[in-house]
Each structure stands twice: as C-alpha cells, then as structure tokens.
C-alpha cells in the first residue's frame, strides 16, 4: 500500500526558512513524479512544485519561483520541499502527491504559518 507522509511544517516569523519532508512508503519513487500542493483556509488547492523522476527540471508555481526548491533523494524515498523567504500568504496546509497508474496519492499535510 502507498502511503505518503509530510513532515517538516511549523510557525515561523516572516523571512524565515522550512524544509517539508515526503516520505513515500510501498513504492520506490526513483520512477515517480512527486509533487507538493498547499491550501490555504478558505481557498483552492494550489500548485507549489513537482519534481520529475526522468531529470526534466522541475516545475513552480509562480509565486514560488526563485524561493522554494524541490529536490529527492531516492534512497531515501524522500522529496523535500525547501522554503526561504517565507511571505504571511505562504500559510497554507502543505500536501505531497504522486500519480501511479489511475491513482492519485496524497499525504496527510502538514501546517506552515508564517508570522508577519
């Protein structure tokens, strides 16, 4: 069974920085895509990034671009998600997800909020 499991999320202070961990159980993502979504209260589920196992760089969403990076580590069964510069509008619920075959896989979540 494919299980995914965020961690990494807190309260930190405008500016700060978070590593999110996902860790994939019951499939080895080294031919996986993972990628991370958040949601805010109140709001649609929005892209963050996806990271791509067949070396195509990875993707942001635009508010995203130039602060946070996906990267893996497959030995591990790990994708992380590093966030510097964290803005109040980044406070959101933050989930991992990956597609095998008809199935989409999603994490439970993890808390971010940002102070101002």
């Known amino acids: 069974q494919v299980q995914l499991v965020e961690s990494g999320g807190g309260l930190v202070a405008a500016g700060d920085s978070l590593r999110l961990s996902c860790v994939v159980s019951?499939?080895?993502?080294?031919?996986?895509?993972i990628a991370w979504f958040r949601q805010a209260p109140g709001k649609e589920r929005q892209f963050v990034a996806r990271?791509?196992?067949?070396?195509?760089?990875?993707d942001y969403g635009d508010s995203m671009k130039g602060r946070f990076t996906i990267s893996r580590d497959n030995a591990q069964n790990t994708v992380y998600l590093q966030m510097n510069d964290l803005k109040p509008e980044d406070t959101a619920v933050y989930y991992c997800?990956?597609?095998?075959?008809?199935?989409?896989?999603w994490g439970p979540g993890t808390q971010v909020t940002v102070s101002s």
């Open positions: 990271n791509y196992w067949f070396g195509r760089s990875p």
């Open positions: 019951g499939r080895t993502i080294s031919a996986n895509t």
């Open positions: 997800t990956t597609l095998i075959g008809a199935i989409d896989y």
